[in-house]
């Protein structure tokens, strides 16, 4: 395991405030906005977040707890803070950026594909988000925002269609015997136009 003191770039006597502003300043150089779908930058920012954590909490570290093991590993930790890194990557339409912070957590929750079916989906991979909702509403069958989802991606042909008819004036998925009757009425007033 790496000296937390060395990749922070501060001596083991350095005050609170000195670790802070080095913390600080590492993050602003390596943070994964800064550097978008650079994954050594990424790997950085996960070195230095666990050694600014072991710094911090020294009594994880000392009860057998490994923080650069569970960022490797893709633990629990690490597991949520990728997926918030990822959730605000896709809130801003930065969709490969999410699906490469996803990819380098391991341990995959309902919420890690919930996320993946919604990168997926921005990317247009259509095929793959299904996938991934169906597997995270499988994961929790009583999440109502991963059902709203998988409702909304299962109809989304059937949204096109209703927006691209109503775009052209005419409402589609009414009644069959009303479309129908449009369409013999434009018949009639068109032949009658012809004739006169």
């Known amino acids: ?6 990749v922070l770039g501060v001596s083991p006597d350095a ?8 913390y600080r300043r590492l993050a602003r150089k390596y943070h994964p906005d800064v550097n978008p779908g650079d994954e050594e930058a990424a790997r950085q920012m996960q070195r230095i977040n666990a050694a600014y954590e072991q710094i911090k909490n020294p009594e994880k570290a000392r009860s057998g707890y490994d923080p650069f093991g569970a960022q490797r590993r893709g633990g629990s930790t690490n597991a949520q803070q990728y997926q918030r890194a990822a959730y605000q990557y896709i809130r801003f339409g930065r969709y490969r950026e999410a699906l490469n912070v996803l990819n380098a957590v391991e341990e995959r929750s309902a919420q890690w594909y919930y996320l993946s079916a919604l990168a997926n989906e921005g990317l247009g991979n259509q095929v793959t988000a299904m996938e991934h909702i169906r597997r995270a509403v499988s994961m929790e069958p009583d ?3 991963y059902l709203r989802q998988l409702k909304r991606m299962e109809g989304g042909g059937e949204d096109y269609r209703t927006q691209a008819g ?3 004036g005419f409402k589609t998925g009414g009644n069959l015997c009303y479309n129908a009757f449009l369409c013999w009425l434009c018949n009639l007033c068109c032949f009658g136009r012809c004739c006169c």
């Open 1 to 6: 395991m790496d000296d937390p003191y060395k």
């Open 15 to 22: 005050s609170d405030e000195e670790i802070k502003k080095a």
């Open 143 to 145: 999440n109502m925002e």
């Open 166 to 168: 109503n775009f052209r």
